[in-house]
């Protein structure tokens, strides 16, 4: 049970916030496009390692805002919080 | 009980308060703040269950949470019921119960005893091995008798009547354990200003510090005890510290926060606890956390080292200084460090009887010298060989270790007694450290895990952090504290400490003996009865890993988690191997520290407040009208309207009549309703919704089905066009917080260019459904200013309307097939809407449905619902709905996943209708579809997924998804039940009105 720092809320629980998965995976602007290949590659290939991940969560039972958070898997250090849109912090 | 063992007075209980509880169906006495071991010892009784496995009798070990033998049944049978507590915890009150666990019909005479003496036979691994074959046997015969065999205690049978409770808890410092650490810790964070909360699992704090009366042990000149006394007094009035008796941690997890059970009432008499909260859970955020939590004594492992009267020699001690209690009369003390001088001390003092076993040549302590001047016998460099007495020890065989300690030499000496306190040195609890993320190490020079690295802010004082002698513990814990508080000066900078040093350690995991290892019962893991034997025996099968050992010979696995069998499991497991302790690690520790009853861990959250309910608001109408409910999601909906004598079949059956008849009312209020505002909401449903949106003119209604980026059906419903940039989409009834946040999701993250604004108003609308042929009718009356024909008012449009001078929202739509009109309401005029229509439909019979008969009516029309007849995996075109993807469309979500080759196979499994070849038989939801029953195995083409009678077609219908169903139509497939098989053919799934000339009647 980590605290995470909405970038609109601040310091909350981690109760009250809900994962989104890897961070940073635009949607294709024209999937038709896409090979069978690379569509899969958008929609099935998620990050899943022991360490720094970028990720995205909800503040599900707050502001109900996305955002993204850099975290340590190993150990659930938070290095950044983000908004939507901005460029990672660090890295 | 004619002898009384309470030699001693003692400051520690109340004497004045003589309590009487029953053990094993026998009376006893006890005074208050005793436990129900030290009570059990002051009337002699040490046999308190049988071991797990070969039912051997055993006693009480130890004083504390680490008991891993004397755990017992409190309370008679029923709900007060609770197995498995620790008799070493479990304080006495007036009329308290308990009860032996493991052994019938008594733990005096127990049948299970047998076990013992079959014991070479059920080596670990045997139940592994033997039950394997002939295989039929085991349901009938070894399951059920392996069963019959296992387990601790028993479970309650009725429900837990008791109140628990959960509350949060904020602080600056947390410390955790109220030894003598603890309370330097406590004291000096609550002088620095720090908000400060200092639990500790007993009934008085001061651990074992508070009867430590040795002379030896002096802080300021004062005997280490009365100082601490003072101390403890001084902290109680301290305005920022919050103390918490009774409180044991049960879990530390990432960023300090912690779980700590509070026992209110486990204490008290069931009189006094009547109606009030039993145990407390408190969920702890802690800006920063002082474990405290001490060491535990490690037992010395020998043959037969199990007997009852067979103990931990700090334990001795505590139960002779600390309760009075002396446990026997000639005591043994056998160890291999200068800590159990201090108990023979003790004893000798009080004028017990006592002598000294040591496996080590010599020491130079203080303590040593002291025993000796006391005239007590030391048996230098020995070690005990065997123990005998069954239900109590009755004596012991030593013999002389040779130089290297690998062997005994010289002829045996028999000791006469009746308690032997044993002790191997200490080991540090560093459970907790390592619940929450911390890294352990390993001292070699006495053999301990030392916390090392910490990931959380946090630090560890006291033994738990590895100091033994007094002097380090109190010097350290202040230092400590005051780097980690950023404290610049303390009330003990100038303490002043004095205290006897350890002297030559010695350690031996696994002492030798004169009969080789197979002949002897050495207990590593006592509540599992896993020996030194069982560990050798898995390295020699090859198994390497601590966790792999662990499992296989159960080591460490009872209710204990094996906190006295752990390091002597790995200590064996190194020297059998060759492999440095350091290197092989330790196993897992997991919270919950001790064990936790469910009624703590659920709190409050039972029977209804189990999960939220929802209630449409023309719930009490239902409930009025004998409705019955069925659970979707947390909505309670009404299912069926039973008249009188009516079952369930028979009243769907008469309202799906009536509302294809003449008229029929639902509540439609649980569907997820979302609002939707903005200049680009048109482009957005175009993006969300498979069909085209952008044409759909204002005041017009229209179907949507939502795939997820899989291609797979999500959700559908009806969305109308309010105004230009305002729709009003519907959901389903499970999925409408779902598919609010998906549709956030992408706003947010995807299309942050759109301007849309989503709201969620499923709560602020209810929603009445009339449908039937006399709909019309019946609206006419309630709504006289609205023209019904069908210009005006076709199907799929929208009006806004006043009842009463309410607003109201009509939608012309349908689930049914027929003729039909939902009208939206603000939710607390639901009840009364819903009403001013059952009047207007009195004349034509208009019949209240529940959704039993609206899943029906709408089967009969080959309506899917999101969830039943799809699971995730069906996408529009397996459901033969090809006709509301859009082909023009650029991208919507889900399209480019419709084009993948596993997508476009064509032996899918497809939607199809199925008849009965007997029209009267139903199929069962869920039945399995099958070509040829004889070919094996069967191939599986599919399920039926809604199934009914319908009275309108009189026939049996059935929806399913098959295997290239598509192309299967006319033929015949097979539904084979337990005992029958049911012959079907697939048809068309539309089953009535398939022209829709229903929806204009």
Known sequence: ?91 | MSENFRSSETKFLDKTNRISFIYNGKKYYGYKGDTLASALLSNGVHLIGRSFKYHRPRGIMTCGSEEPNAIVQIGGNGSFTEPNVRATEQEIYEGLEASSQNCWPSVEFDVGGINNFISPVIPAGFYYKTFMWPRKLWYSLYEPAIRMSAGLGKSPTQPDPELYDHNHLHCDVLVVGGGISGIIAASISADNGNNTVLIDDKNSLGGSTIFQDDENFKIDDEISSVWLNNQIKNIKNKKNLIIKQRTSLAAYHSYNYLLARENLADHKSLNERANKLRQRLWKIRAKKVILATGAIERPLIFNNNDRPGVMLASSVKKYIDYFGVKCGNKNVIFTNNDSAYETAISLNKKGINVTIVDIRGKSSSVLVKNAKDAGIKIYWNHTVVDTKGYRRIKSIQIMEMSEDGTNVIGSKINLVCDNLSISGGWTPMVHLFTQSGGKLKFRDSDQVFLPNTATSDQINVGSCNGDFELDDIIKNTISDCKSFLSSSSTDFDLIKVSCPKQKENKNVWLLPNDKPLGKTKPFLDFQNDSTAKDIKLAMREGFRSIEHVKRYTTTGMGTDQGKLANMHALGIISETAGVKMGSLGTTTFRPPYTPLSFGTIVGRNVGTFFDIIRKTPMHTWHENHKAEFENVGQWKRAWYYPKTNESMNQAVQRESKAARESAGILDASTLGKIDIKGTDASEFLNRVYTNAWSKLGIGKCRYGLMLNEDGMVYDDGVTTRLSENHYLMTTTTGGAANVLSKLEDYLQTEWPELDVWLTSVTDHYATASVCGPNSKNILKKIFPNIEFNDENFPHMSFKNAELDGIYCRIMRISFTGEHSYEINIESKYGKSLWEKCMDAGKEFNITPYGTETMHLLRAEKGFIIVGQDTDGTMTPIDLQMDWIVSKKKYDFIGKRSLYRSDTMREDRKQLVGLLTDNPSEVLEEGAQIVQDEKKQPIEMLGHVTSSYFSPNLNKSIALAVVKNGKKLKGQKLLVPMKDKTIKVTVSDFIFFDNKNERLNA
């Open chain 1, 1 to 91: 049970m980590f605290i995470i720092t909405c970038p609109f809320c601040g310091e909350r629980d981690q109760s009250e916030f809900a994962a989104g998965g890897e961070a940073h995976i635009v949607r294709p602007k024209q999937p038709t496009e896409l090979s069978d290949d690379e569509w899969a590659d958008f929609l099935f290939m998620r990050k899943n390692i022991k360490g720094v991940q970028f990720e995205r969560w909800n503040h599900a039972h707050g502001c109900r805002k996305w955002f993204n958070v850099i975290r340590d898997t190993s150990n659930d250090k938070i290095h950044a919080v983000y908004k939507m849109g901005e460029k990672p912090p660090i890295k």
